[in-house]
């Protein structure tokens, strides 16, 4: 049976194709998946050389937009591994808030996405809209709904208010009876588990030999998060639970990302709760001569930062390293041998930080393309419908 | 402009595209969508395919490698096409100014009719800097 | 194995390859070995003691392009660097992605951005850069100028 190649367009609903992902196919099944990167470098590793330290934390809070928090996190982490140093409690617990309300509107974004490819419309539109609820509390705590600049060497740049704990936790409890109905709707749903289940599976020894990070990994049984390893901030001061699961399938990945949010969302609550008073800044004033290397669990993954300082005021190397780098390659083991209406949400299921990943483009054999960006959702909409009919649905 | 624009714009089709960012500005544009802002109630709607667009919204610093895709795309677009900026990165490239990966700015690329400063612009400056654009055009 | 015991086996076995092993605090030790015994160290790191590989991050450090290979043992809290200091004006070393595939797409980034060769990668192609940036530029080094004659770097101001 001859193979034709197929392009792959943006998962994004509204982003136009850019060549990216190419597709060989028999018939309906994967054979071989090939990718093509590039569209969002901007050189920000060589930004970082010609910038003092404490502005390198705006540059990397642009790398990506959905995951801000995590650069800058990770990169002052590396530069506080320069020397020996302790950031203050306060600072901890302010970083701990904001790192983890940030996972919550990461994974509700996620979440809303995967209802988009799926053909769930109003999961879609729930799923934003409680994150609009969050970005509310970014915003009161930070001044912005996004790039929050809180992180700077040596502590946060600003403080939280006492005023302003109480309507934060308001809107925090506020979300989660509708969270709650979203958890019930997704993981009871016969047609998402029809749909989901078995699809786009990596096994753990793949998840291993691929270095794979955050819920990618997690869902193939490696309980591994930066968080519990190698703990940093306010995580130790109470008690949450890692989500490890181990089928390794998109329906895994889905139920871990919606189980974190309920965990951030208890972490967020008791440092609100219990924000210890003190410093928020160490005042760190020249950094040393010296290498620095930090990581922290981005709501991908583990983001890692590595810092060289000669003593002056600006890194002589900054490597960024975002979760998606890692994650990315694992679509070699999960869509080839899967059909093209699946390809989509695989591949939405490492959840790709677009900034780090970019766009799919296939190219025909022939150089014909045979589907676009926008078919390959429908196909995908199309078989969900196929199983919901069969299973005798609504 | 022309009458042509002006009926266009009653209910213009608008696209979107990003050469390049960090996605934040696109978010914003997407939450445009969402019952919070719901851009619909001023008529607009999202073009499935550029072929459709009436109204260009652009965001990220050009990088090379989205570059060429923006022309071949500027290209395909039936005119007359208003392109809005958004975000600092599609005004001036921001910070990014000295990337050895983008060398151009936007408006040097393609004509641009509205920059929506930020970083990013909240959705209401982005409905906002669109409404605007819109009114203008249509009492020009 | 106890943070001590993995070192002991580090320097035990690969001792004639070591050229220094900086001991930093408990969660950071950097390794420096001779190029040779990058694939030798590196797999069994990752698959005997069961380190997870991060990342490798290349440097220019004008007398030398160094590389460090970034891997971390969690159960130990513990993150092990080694360090290859390379030739700049040949910068060469085997590929570790033929046995790791989790270092696929850095060597091919390092490739691009810092101009090293790394012998027997499966697949040394473009990741990052576009089709017409020019061969032999590479951003990430210390002697990188703009080649770009049209590119716009005015401020207007």
């Known amino acids: 049976m001859g193979r034709t190649v197929i392009p792959i367009g943006p998962y994004h609903p509204l982003q136009e194709e850019p060549e990216f992902f190419t597709l060989t196919v028999e018939g309906e099944t994967v054979v071989d998946i090939d990718v093509r990167i590039g569209y969002n470098h901007r050189g920000i590793e060589k930004l970082s050389e010609s910038k003092i330290f404490e502005n390198c934390t705006f540059v990397v809070e642009r790398i990506c937009g959905i995951c801000s928090t995590s650069h800058p996190y990770a990169f002052t982490r590396a530069v506080e591994d320069v020397f020996p140093m302790e950031v203050p409690i306060r600072a901890k617990y302010i970083r701990t808030i904001i790192a983890e309300t940030e996972r919550i509107h990461s994974h509700l974004l996620w979440l809303g996405l995967a209802g988009h490819f799926l053909g769930y419309n109003t999961v879609y539109m729930w799923a934003w809209k409680l994150r609009e609820e969050i970005l509310d509390v970014m915003e009161i705590l930070s001044g ?30 506020s979300i989660l009876p509708t969270l709650d109905m979203l958890k019930k709707a997704v993981l009871d749903d016969p047609v998402l588990h029809a749909r989901l289940k078995g699809v786009g599976v990596m096994t753990y020894q793949q998840a291993i030999d691929f270095s794979a990070l955050g819920p990618t990994s997690r869902a193939s049984g490696v309980a591994r998060d930066v968080r519990k390893d190698s703990p940093y901030g306010a995580y130790q001061e109470m008690p949450w639970d890692m989500i490890v699961t181990k089928n390794g399938d998109v329906f895994d990945k889905a139920v871990i990302r919606i189980l974190e949010t309920f965990e951030s969302a208890k972490i967020v609550r008791f440092c609100l709760e219990k924000l210890p008073d003190g410093p928020i800044d160490a005042n760190i004033k020249d950094v040393p001569v010296g290498e620095g290397i930090g990581h922290i669990e981005a709501p991908r993954g583990e983001t890692f930062h590595y ?53 799919i483009a296939v190219k025909d054999a022939s150089g014909k393309a045979l589907y676009s960006g926008q078919d390959l959702i429908r196909l995908s909409r199309e078989k969900t419908e196929r199983l919901r009919k069969g299973m005798g649905g609504r | 402009m022309s009458l042509k624009l002006k009926a266009l714009l009653k209910s213009p089709w608008v696209f979107h595209l990003s050469t390049g960012s ?62 809005v900026a958004i975000g600092t990165c599609a005004g001036s490239r921001g910070l990014f100014i000295d990337s050895y990966n983008c060398p151009h700015p936007l408006d040097s ?23 605007q654009l819109i009114q203008k055009v249509g009492g020009a | 194995m106890t943070r001590e015991d993995v070192l002991a086996d580090i320097r035990g076995r690969f001792g004639a390859d070591i050229v220094e092993l900086f001991d930093k605090s408990p969660k950071r030790v950097y390794v420096e070995i001779r190029p040779q015994a990058i694939v030798r160290i590196g797999t069994h790191l990752f ?89 032999g530029v590479y951003p990430l080094r210390r002697d990188y100028v703009e080649w770009d004659g049209t590119a716009d770097r005015t401020r207007g101001v």
């Not at chain 3, 004008?62 to 030739?87: M, P």
């Open chain 2, 22 to 83: 960090c996605n934040n500005c696109d978010i914003e544009t997407l939450d445009c969508l969402t019952p919070r802002f719901d851009i619909e109630r001023f008529g607009m709607l999202l073009a499935g395919s550029i072929k459709h667009a009436d109204v260009l919204l652009v965001t990220g610093s050009c990088n090379r490698m989205s570059v060429e895709r923006l022309k071949t795309l500027w290209e395909q677009v039936p005119k007359p096409c208003l392109v």
């Open chain 1, 144 to 173: 912005n709904r996004n790039n929050y600049a809180m992180f700077k060497p040596g502590g946060v740049r600003r403080d939280i208010r006492a005023e302003d704990i109480p309507v934060c936790l308001r809107k925090i409890e």
């Open chain 1, 307 to 359: 810092v060289r300082s000669d003593g002056t005021n600006r890194p002589v190397r900054h490597k960024v390293r975002a979760p998606t780098f890692m994650n990315f390659p694992t679509y070699k083991a999960t869509v080839k041998g899967q059909t093209i209406s699946d390809a989509t949400i695989i591949l939405a299921a490492i959840d790709p930080c677009y900034c780090c990943t970019e766009r």
């Open chain 2, 109 to 131: 690329i393609i004509p641009v009719n509205v920059y929506i400063p930020g970083c990013p612009p909240k959705p209401e400056a982005i409905m906002a800097g669109v409404v």
């Open chain 3, 47 to 135: 698959r005997t003691l069961g380190a997870r590989f991060n990342i490798a991050s290349g440097t220019d450090m004008k007398d030398w392009i160094e590389i460090l290979y970034h891997f971390t043992i969690e159960d130990l809290n513990l993150l092990i660097s080694l360090r290859v200091r390379l030739d700049p004006g040949h910068p060469e070393i085997d590929s570790l992605a033929r046995d790791i595939e989790a270092l696929n797409w850095i060597e091919r980034e390092l490739t691009e951005l810092l101009g090293i060769t790394f012998t027997g990668h499966p697949d040394p192609r473009r990741l990052l850069l576009a089709d017409n940036w020019p061969e």
